[in-house]
């Protein structure tokens, strides 16, 4: 009947629910008996204006007037079946099996902030309501109605002192929950339930995650506006501090690049630095952590971390780093902390940062610091540490790739880092329109299942609050957040920029600056306007003023400390390339190539080995070995290790995980993300957090992915500024898997280019043991080249047919471990000869021992060097052998041009020239990727029969 009333009802003894109506529209009065509980309840239907009217108790639903009363009567039964919708958002078990059906965890499920804080003063209601509906306007404006409705009907107060605020924010997050949770119960919706919404995800758990992840937003936002009124008048003394210093580093900056310093050879140098104008207020993020300078030593590694970016140098002087630190650095002088770890040695890098203060030292190749910090955050984790990580980047950063696959992997594990996005309105000359199509950065974040929400860059308080509540989500099992930043560079990218940017005084150049854009930012500059802010809160200027004088005057010293600073001294670059390993300076290459070379004793009589290969029940294969060295570093490093690459947790490539799953390994095996950068990055990011990664790359040709943070990175720190990367990294590779070009790929050269390494490539399972466990043992990274190929997949044969598996002594390693004797380094000399010298390494040792025997039938005698190590590449043993013979052969399973065969065969050449009596060769495959088909692969890679060919062209 039209214009009847009706809905549904639920009585407040019972619970019941059932429906109503009513055959008067002037009615606004509810007289029922429950037909469950027999309780007669009067109400008032409707509520008056002024929220008063209708009992609490009774919860009264009213729908439209022509719905069909079987359709309400199947509402009221779907109430009463109190199906609790499942968000399959429930938070892991450590050690629970994952289903491959289960959905994404939800970190933050269900969160709200612990205890209230204290409130400086009151806030006024009106004031909570605008900074909610500005939030939701940003993120989630198709609920501005939906929340304004629900915040008019909860009881609340003019002002809210902490605790009040505290209280209602709970009770309001509870009412919009139970609000969203009724939304599949209207009439309309009913059906939307049981659809699915997209395949396999029903309407109600579809909307239930939707709704939680909309929960912590609001709650997130509540919180925020919790921390900014908790701010003291201290805390804001110390950030107007912190800025005025910033500006003033900035500012000496500018003027050391300008006028120069003398440098040692007759010109002026000016250094190089990036100024934060205008971005000054990321200072008081400093403030909502906890720093490494006000704990003990020994407690500095629980500080927290920040990998503050370039234009970040008043994050890195708020967390404790000092003006000369900034100064020395960016002026490349000896006393700078880019020193390798060796006093005196500075000025490697242009860079801030003091990792000991927590502060991690950017890189140029942007992301780096962000996705290294990842790691970090990941070591906190796996370690219980209650530490937080903040990782600001630009705009330009949010472009790049590995910047996503850091957010991704951290929104995946719930990691304790909150990103930070500063849209400086420019990325050197790149305006920001061009950079990204979302509509803020802060929607790059909800892609990954992280909460995100903007603020204004030119506020120090919403650097702190977010911060503040970053900090308290992720820490209580939230995740990672992402604050984006709107702000605005006002200076050239770098000193050199201004002119370009913003025009020269000459008026040439004129500049190319947005002037309505910059006028805008100017009128926002945090300085003067948080100074104004401060005076009006009764701070005295003459208190301000007095600040900034010992301001200036500190600054001015550091500066006249930097002038007397002495330069590096050259010859101390060499210093600390690995903890094995100085590099060679030009005195050495120079003294080596003079010196008297005497023939050397020989080791192994010709046609000697010093290798045994074993068909016993007992003897191991290659890959056996690999699986059964992991299993030994688990035992030895318990939680600190982690075995990181792809496909871990079920088996691992070629199932070498098994046996760490079969001994009770399987928490240390961790699934990444399919991101071979991000695996490198995190690794690297988990050594400096404390962890001794073991990481792995699937397939050779897959390691370009990585060669950013293995080359750019990991390779550099130590060097850098004396970090230890205590990490390992597996990279399977090599012909005879018939696996075509990008999984077989013989990758050693693209890595031995850049000094930070060290690689090996072990040819035998008594190697691959040994030197697994010695490189796990280095405070450094280290390439292990393990070759498919020798795996013993065939029977337990090599993909040419050998049986190459060893009866494994694995105690004498243990022993030159335990004594700091490691055999990393060292070549050995693997058959005597007489003839000439085999030098070669991985699967091709087993084609120049298969060719040596060959070659004895017709009488000629080959000795053979196994490398092992590829860097640091023992060259004495090879230049011992070559004066013993006469003649060389360097065999590489890699493409002959560029191969690192070359450098092998230079150095030999070099010192062993005048003792040669047949040119050096370099045998590798031919120059093309590697083939697919089996023919073709094997007339690609160096073969017995081409060694021969060799061999007996260098004797005739």
Not at 125 to 131: H, T
Not at 805 to 816: F, G, M, S, W
Not at 881 to 898: D, F, K, M, N, P
Request: with cysteine; glycine share 10%; aromatic share 6%.
């Amino acid at each position: 009947m039209a214009g009847v009333r009706r809905g549904v009802w639920q009585c407040p003894d019972c619970g019941f629910h059932q429906t109503w109506k009513i055959k008067s529209n002037n009615s606004n009065k509810l007289d029922r008996r429950c037909s469950s509980c027999g309780k007669r309840v009067r109400a008032t239907i409707d509520r008056s204006s002024s929220g008063k009217g209708r009992s609490r108790e009774v919860v009264i639903w009213e729908r439209k007037p022509d719905t069909n009363m079987a359709i309400l009567e199947n509402e009221a039964k779907k109430r009463n079946e109190n199906k609790v919708t499942e968000t399959s958002a429930k938070q892991p078990i450590n050690g629970e099996p994952v289903k491959q059906s289960d959905l994404p965890v939800i970190w933050g499920l269900g969160w709200a902030p612990k205890s209230p804080l204290e409130f400086v003063r009151p806030i006024k209601e009106a004031s909570v309501r605008k900074e909610l509906i500005r939030f939701l306007a940003e993120r989630h404006d198709g609920y501005l109605n939906f929340v304004l409705d629900c915040w008019k009907d909860c009881e609340k107060k003019e002002h809210f002192n902490g605790k009040d605020f505290h209280d209602f924010s709970i009770l309001f997050v509870s009412e919009l929950r139970a609000k969203l949770s009724e939304r599949l119960l209207e009439p309309d919706l009913l059906e939307l339930g049981e659809l699915e919404v997209i395949p396999l995800r029903g309407g109600s758990v579809h909307l239930a995650r939707r709704a939680e992840r909309f929960l912590i937003d609001v709650s997130l936002c509540l919180r925020r506006i919790a921390h900014s009124c908790s701010v003291t008048i201290g805390q804001r003394i110390q950030w107007q501090k912190w800025m005025t210093r910033t500006r003033l580093v900035d500012e000496q900056l500018k003027d050391l690049f300008t006028s120069g310093l003398p440098a040692p050879d007759g010109s002026k140098f000016g250094g190089k630095g990036f100024r934060s104008t205008w971005q000054e207020g990321v200072v008081a993020c400093a403030s909502a952590l906890i720093r490494a300078v006000d704990l003990p030593k020994n407690e500095s590694h629980n500080a927290d971390v920040v990998a503050p970016m370039i234009r970040d140098v008043g994050l890195a002087l708020a967390m404790g780093q000092t003006a000369i630190e900034v100064l020395s650095a960016q002026m490349g002088k000896s006393e700078s902390y880019m020193d390798g770890g060796h006093e005196g040695c500075g000025g490697r890098d242009l860079h801030i940062g003091n990792w000991e203060k927590g502060i991690l030292p950017p890189t140029a190749p942007l992301p780096i610091a962000s996705a290294t910090t990842t790691g970090v955050a990941l070591a906190a984790k796996r370690l219980g540490i209650g530490r937080f990580h903040l990782a600001p980047v630009g705009e330009g950063c949010s472009s790049s790739g590995e910047f996503w696959e850091a957010m991704n992997f951290a929104g995946v594990r719930g990691l304790p880092i909150c990103y930070m996005i500063q849209n400086n309105q420019i990325a050197l000359d790149t305006f920001a329109s061009s950079q990204s199509g979302a509509e803020t950065f802060g929607d790059k974040g909800h892609g990954m299942g992280i909460p995100s929400w903007t603020i204004d860059g030119s506020d120090p308080t919403s650097f702190y609050s977010s911060t503040a509540v970053s900090r308290e989500f992720a820490l209580s099992g939230g995740g990672a957040t992402l604050i984006h930043v709107e702000t605005m560079r006002g200076c050239g990218h770098a000193h050199h920029h201004d002119d370009l940017y913003l025009g020269a005084a000459s008026g040439n150049p004129p500049g190319y600056v947005d002037r309505d854009l910059i006028s805008y930012w100017s009128n926002k500059d945090p300085l003067p306007n948080h100074m104004e802010a401060l005076i009006k809160m009764g701070v005295s200027e003459g208190e301000l003023s007095e600040m900034v004088e010992k301001e200036q005057i500190a600054i001015l010293r550091s500066r006249e400390q930097l002038e007397n600073m002495e330069w590096p001294e050259g010859n101390s670059v060499v210093m600390g390339v690995t903890s094995i390993q100085d590099a060679p300076s030009h005195e050495n290459q120079l003294s080596r190539i003079n010196r008297d070379l005497q023939q050397a004793d020989q080791p192994l009589a010709p046609g000697e080995l010093s290798i045994e290969f074993s068909d016993a029940p007992n003897s191991w294969s290659y890959s056996r070995s690999i699986q059964n060295a992991m299993a030994t570093l688990a035992d030895q490093f318990g939680d600190q290790i982690v075995f990181m690459g792809e496909d871990m947790e079920v088996a691992g490539a070629f199932g070498m995980n098994l046996p760490l799953k079969a001994k009770g390994h399987h928490k240390a095996l961790l699934d990444m993300p399919l991101s071979e950068a991000i695996i490198i990055h995190s690794a690297t990011g988990a050594a400096l957090g404390g962890m001794r990664p073991l990481a792995e790359i699937q397939f050779g040709g897959f390691a370009a992915l990585a060669l950013n943070p293995l080359l750019n990175n990991a390779a550099q720190l130590r060097w850098r500024w004396g970090a230890e990367v205590p990490l390992t990294v597996r990279i399977p590779l090599g012909a005879k898997t018939r696996s075509g070009p990008y999984h077989a790929n013989m990758i050693e050269a693209w890595m031995a280019n850049d000094p930070g390494l060290i690689l090996v490539a072990p040819s035998n399972p008594q190697d691959a043991y040994d030197l697994l466990i010695e490189s796990h043992q280095l405070p450094d990274p280290v390439v292990f080249l393990e070759h498919i190929g020798l795996y013993g997949l065939r029977g337990g044969l090599t993909g040419w047919g050998d049986n190459i598996n060893q009866i494994v002594d694995t105690k004498t390693v243990q022993k030159r471990v335990s004594r700091g004797q490691l055999s990393i380094g060292q070549s050995r000399v693997l058959r005597g000869g007489r003839d000439i010298t085999i030098v070669t390494w991985g699967a091709m040792v087993h084609v120049a021992l298969r060719a040596s025997e060959e070659a004895a039938k017709n009488g000629i005698e080959v000795e053979i060097i196994d490398l092992r190590t590829l860097i640091p590449f023992d060259a004495d043993t090879c230049i011992q052998s070559v004066t013993r013979t006469g003649r060389v052969i360097v065999l590489q399973e890699a493409q002959w041009t560029g191969g690192f065969g070359h450098t092998v065969a230079s150095r030999i050449v070099e010192e062993s020239f005048w003792k040669l009596e047949s040119a050096p060769v370099v045998v590798g495959a031919l120059d093309t990727p590697v083939p697919f088909s089996p023919t073709l692969e094997d007339h690609t890679i160096p073969s017995v029969e081409i060694v021969m060919r060799h061999i007996r062209k260098s004797l005739d």
